[in-house]
């Protein structure tokens, strides 16, 4: 499903050229369960952000499900992202003034889906995240891990096909921490492909597939 070949990105700070990715050759499936892991600055949330659409590489070409994704334009790039990917992040990254179910329900706003159907996608994820007593908060007003469970939620609100994680735990105490991965792991019954991003080696080591990355290569994979 996900096919990097070759990829680079480097970045240009001053008159200083930074690596950040070097030749990353990366072949991921549906319903691969995969844990990348790595020193601090080797690369691992460059490589979350170009498979999420977020950022580009220098060079090098990048397929999801067969087609190029590198030749799309910046709009079209965001129709693929809205269809097939997911993301949450350390800091859950939910819009401050919005409701629970608000923050849901704005990927199925974007995408244009009717509001009945809207309505009823964010009352069966409130329901399926334990959420439907918190539906009305802020995220001021939630724990991290009610946040981070607004977070999944929203990021699978239009059923993605990838699901990707950037250190998902790393704001939340172990036993939430936990249940967190508990349910990412949950999409894996669906197909979905797990990325995630980890200190965790305990977290990592969950992964059926076991990337290690150093310097902007991937060194290493387990099984
Ligand atoms: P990790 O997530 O493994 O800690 P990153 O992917 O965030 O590492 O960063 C890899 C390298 O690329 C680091 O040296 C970092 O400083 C650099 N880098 C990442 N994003 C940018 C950016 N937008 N501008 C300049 N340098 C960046
Ligand atoms: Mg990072």
């Known amino acids: ?52 659409l977020l950022d580009r590489p220098s060079s090098g070409t990048y397929k999801l499900d067969g087609g190029d994704v590198t030749a799309l334009d910046d709009a079209q790039q965001a129709k693929v992202r809205s269809e097939k990917i997911g993301f949450v992040f350390q800091s ?24 009945a159907e809207r309505k009823a996608r ?27 469970r607004v977070a999944i939620a929203r990021a699978t609100s239009m059923h993605p096909a990838v699901l990707l994680a950037d250190e998902p735990t790393g704001n939340l105490d172990q036993a939430t921490g936990k249940e967190v991965i508990n349910l990412l792991e949950k999409l894996l019954e669906q197909k979905v492909a797990l990325i995630m991003v980890t200190h965790d080696p305990v977290i990592g080591g969950r992964a059926q597939r076991q990337l290690h990355m150093v310097d902007g290569r991937i060194t290493n994979e387990q099984r």
């Open 1 to 52: 499903m996900i096919q990097l070949s070759q990829v680079s990105r480097s970045f240009t700070v001053g008159d200083q050229q930074i690596a950040a990715l070097r030749d990353i050759d990366l072949n991921i499936a549906a319903g691969d369960y995969v844990s990348i892991m790595g020193p601090s600055g080797s690369g691992k949330s460059t490589l979350l952000n170009l498979i999420g």
């Open 92 to 115: 859950f990254h939910l819009v401050p003034r919005l409701t629970a179910a608000m923050n849901i329900e704005l990927p199925l706003m974007l995408a244009g889906i009717p509001p």
């Open 122 to 148: 964010v009352a069966a994820l409130l329901d399926n995240y334990g959420l439907t007593d918190r539906a009305d908060h802020r995220p001021d007003q939630l724990s991290g891990g009610q946040r981070q």
